[in-house]
C-alpha cells in the first residue's frame, strides 16, 4: 500500500514512515536513524505539504509529474525499508525495489496520464477535484498500508 501512496504522492509515505518511527519507537537499521530525526520530520512534512498543494495547479501539477517519475520509485523504496529491514538487507532492499518501485511507477503512470487527458478535456478545470480525490486515495493506502 505504501508504493501505490508513492505512486500518488510522493512524500507522504515517507513522511509517514519516518513520523511512525518517531513515535512508535521502531527499530530500524543504523544506517535509517536519520529518518527519525525531527531535521527529515520536518523537510518530510512540508515537502508533502508543498506536493500536495502544488498538485492543485495544472502547471506545476505537470511539472511535479514529470519530475516526479524518476523520484517516486525511489522514494517508494525508501518508504518501505523501515517496515522490511527485519529481513536481511539484501533482502528488504530487493523487496522493496522489486514490488514497491514498478507499484510507485505504475500508480504514477496511469496518475499522470489521467492529467494529461484531464486537462486536454476541461482545461485544467477538473484537475484541483481530481487531486483531491488522489489526496483522499493516498491517504487511505498510507494509513492503511
Known sequence: MLAACAGLRAFLPVFG???????????V???????????????F?????????GDKIPVVDHLLDTVQSF???GLAVLAAIPFVHQLAPEHSVAL???????LALGVHTAKASARVG???FTGGLANPLISLIEDIAAWCSSSWG
Do not use: D, F, Y
Not at 29 to 43: D, R, Y
Not at 45 to 53: I, Q, S
Open 118 to 120: 484531464s486537462t486536454a
Open 45 to 53: 512534512g512540508v515537502a508533502t505539504v508543498l506536493e500536495v498543494l
Open 96 to 102: 522493496a525495489m522489486i514490488a514497491g518501485a514498478p
Open 71 to 73: 523520484t517516486k520509485p
Open 17 to 27: 514512515a519516518s513520523v511512525a518511527i518517531r513515535t512508535l519507537s521502531m527499530e
Open 29 to 43: 537499521p543504523p544506517s535509517l536513524a536519520w529518518m527519525a530525526s525531527t531535521t527529515t520530520i520536518v523537510i
